[in-house]
Each structure stands twice: as structure tokens, then as C-alpha cells.
């Protein structure tokens, strides 16, 4: 049997450079999502954070010990790291869950600017649910338990109601306060994703009310869309999207 750890966080410090990237992983990801991202940030000049939530990259009992407040007191306490730093500015971005926190921080702190891909506008149960079973399947079998331990980690799902309550309201009131956010913005979508992510690509752009806004979707991206085929181009046009912010300063 494999013995599995927390994720370390991935820290690329760039002694020269005055601004940060802050990354943000997905739900029921890890750190590795956004880790070829944050390479290529780190080579064109920037410092990048990429923190784990709690309990991810573990078996799923332990990652339903934590809910959505505890992984946002994460995502804070790394955006503080960054302010103790000495950063003049932060730029946030993340896929999925990542995005809806890169949000939550724009519309509470200040951030230089934002990316959202693959960023949900409204959340159901069963979704939810589908991700934390495809996890815990994918956790007991990579770790090597048995059948038997795997349907009982599965069978906890149904304890973890209330958490997955306390998600949706998240994600609302992240919805609803999206005039709050005084950055500029670039959302992102992939065209091999499921429909309801080109819908909320659309929902965010409409309610940001900010100028400095735009929505592009990648033909073959799927919801990972740090990864995969199209990965190099989500990554070439968050550079260019940070040189022009960079260049107004």
C-alpha cells in the first residue's frame, strides 16, 4: 500500500520580480493542476504560489474533514504571504474551484488582475457528489486499499451534506457580488468541457462590471485546462494578458 502526504505548496520565488502570481487549484485536485502554469510564469520573470487546500491529495475521509471555509482561510493565508513578501501586485488565477476563489479574493482584497477557467456560476448536490466518488474511487485505488474500504470512504458522501450546502452557498454569494471586482479579467473556457461551463463563462462575463474584461474558449480544452492539448495556448495568452496589465502600471 502507498503512503500518501499532503501536497507541498509550490513557491518559485523571483528575487527581481515586484509582482506575484498566486495560483489555484481545482476541487478535489492538487497543486499539480497548475503546476506547468506556474513554471512558465516563474521563467518569463514572475514569483508564483500555489497553495494546497487541506485535505486534498489524501483519502477522501480526510478531505471531507475541511470545507469550503477552511480551504478559503488557505487561499487568504497564501494571498498574506504574498503581502508580507512585499509584492506591489498579486495576480490571481485558478480552474474551477480556483476560479471561484480567485473571485471571492477579487471582490474582498485588492489583486492586480484575474483569470477564472473553467469557473462554475452555480453548483448542484450531484455534481459534487460525482466529483468527491470519482476521488475517493480514484484515491483507494491508487493507494491500493480494498473494494470493501473504498465503498465504505464512498458511503461517508452521504455525511458530507451540509458541507456540500455550505459550497453552493459559496458559489452564490460569490455570483452575486461579482460587481464588486475592480480588476481586469480574462475567463476562460474549454471547448471539450461540459456545456454549463461555456454558460458560466458567459454569466461571469456579463455580470463583471468592470471594462477591462474578456472571454475565450479553447477547441480542445477540456476542464483541466492547464493541462492537456491546448495547454500551451491557455498559457501563452495569460503571459500576454499579464504584460498588458504589467505595461499600465
Given at each position: 500500500?502507498?503512503?500518501?502526504?499532503?501536497?507541498?505548496?509550490?513557491?518559485?520565488?523571483?528575487?527581481?520580480?515586484?509582482?506575484?502570481?498566486?495560483?489555484?487549484?481545482?476541487?478535489?485536485?492538487?497543486?499539480?493542476?497548475?503546476?506547468?502554469?506556474?513554471?512558465?510564469?516563474?521563467?518569463?520573470?514572475?514569483?508564483?504560489l500555489v497553495p494546497p487546500y487541506r485535505g486534498h491529495?489524501?483519502?477522501?475521509?480526510?478531505?471531507?474533514?475541511?470545507?469550503?471555509?477552511?480551504?478559503?482561510?488557505?487561499?487568504?493565508?497564501?494571498?498574506?504571504?504574498?503581502?508580507?513578501?512585499?509584492?506591489?501586485?498579486?495576480?490571481?488565477?485558478?480552474?474551477?474551484?480556483?476560479?471561484?476563489?480567485?473571485?471571492?479574493?477579487?471582490?474582498?482584497?485588492?489583486?492586480?488582475?484575474?483569470?477564472?477557467?473553467?469557473?462554475?456560476?452555480?453548483?448542484?448536490?450531484?455534481?459534487?457528489?460525482?466529483?468527491?466518488?470519482?476521488?475517493?474511487?480514484?484515491?483507494?485505488?491508487?493507494?491500493?486499499?480494498?473494494?470493501?474500504?473504498?465503498?465504505?470512504?464512498?458511503?461517508?458522501?452521504?455525511?458530507?451534506?451540509?458541507?456540500?450546502?455550505?459550497?453552493?452557498?459559496?458559489?452564490?454569494?460569490?455570483?452575486?457580488?461579482?460587481?464588486?471586482?475592480?480588476?481586469?479579467?480574462?475567463?476562460?473556457?474549454?471547448?471539450?468541457?461540459?456545456?454549463?461551463?461555456?454558460?458560466?463563462?458567459?454569466?461571469?462575463?456579463?455580470?463583471?462590471?468592470?471594462?477591462?474584461?474578456?472571454?475565450?474558449?479553447?477547441?480542445?480544452?477540456?476542464?483541466?485546462?492547464?493541462?492537456?492539448?491546448?495547454?500551451?495556448?491557455?498559457?501563452?495568452?495569460?503571459?500576454?494578458?499579464?504584460?498588458?496589465?504589467?505595461?499600465?502600471?
Amino acid at each position: 500500500m502507498i503512503n500518501v502526504k499532503s501536497p507541498n505548496p509550490i513557491f518559485l520565488e523571483n528575487e527581481e520580480a515586484t509582482s506575484a502570481v498566486l495560483l489555484l487549484h481545482s476541487f478535489t485536485g492538487t497543486v499539480r493542476d497548475v503546476k506547468l502554469l506556474a513554471n512558465k510564469l516563474h521563467k518569463v520573470g514572475y514569483t508564483c504560489l500555489v497553495p494546497p487546500y487541506r485535505g486534498h491529495g489524501l483519502l477522501l475521509p480526510e478531505l471531507m474533514s475541511y470545507d469550503t471555509d477552511d480551504w478559503w482561510e488557505d487561499v487568504q493565508a497564501a494571498y498574506q504571504q504574498l503581502r508580507d513578501k512585499g509584492y506591489q501586485h498579486i495576480h490571481v488565477m485558478g480552474v474551477s474551484l480556483g476560479g471561484l476563489y480567485s473571485l471571492k479574493l477579487a471582490e474582498h482584497f485588492e489583486v492586480g488582475s484575474l483569470v477564472v477557467m473553467s469557473t462554475p456560476h452555480k453548483k448542484g448536490d450531484a455534481g459534487l457528489q460525482g466529483r468527491l466518488k470519482h476521488y475517493g474511487q480514484r484515491m483507494g485505488d491508487l493507494i491500493g486499499l480494498d473494494e470493501a474500504t473504498i465503498k465504505a470512504h464512498l458511503a461517508q458522501i452521504e455525511d458530507y451534506d451540509e458541507s456540500l450546502e455550505l459550497f453552493q452557498a459559496m458559489v452564490n454569494d460569490i455570483m452575486t457580488n461579482l460587481d464588486r471586482i475592480q480588476a481586469p479579467i480574462a475567463i476562460k473556457y474549454g471547448e471539450q468541457d461540459e456545456a454549463a461551463y461555456e454558460q458560466s463563462a458567459n454569466y461571469i462575463y456579463e455580470h463583471i462590471t468592470h471594462s477591462q474584461k474578456a472571454i475565450q474558449s479553447y477547441s480542445n480544452a477540456g476542464h483541466l485546462m492547464t493541462q492537456g492539448k491546448d495547454h500551451q495556448a491557455v498559457e501563452q495568452d495569460i503571459i500576454d494578458f499579464l504584460a498588458h496589465i504589467e505595461a499600465e502600471y
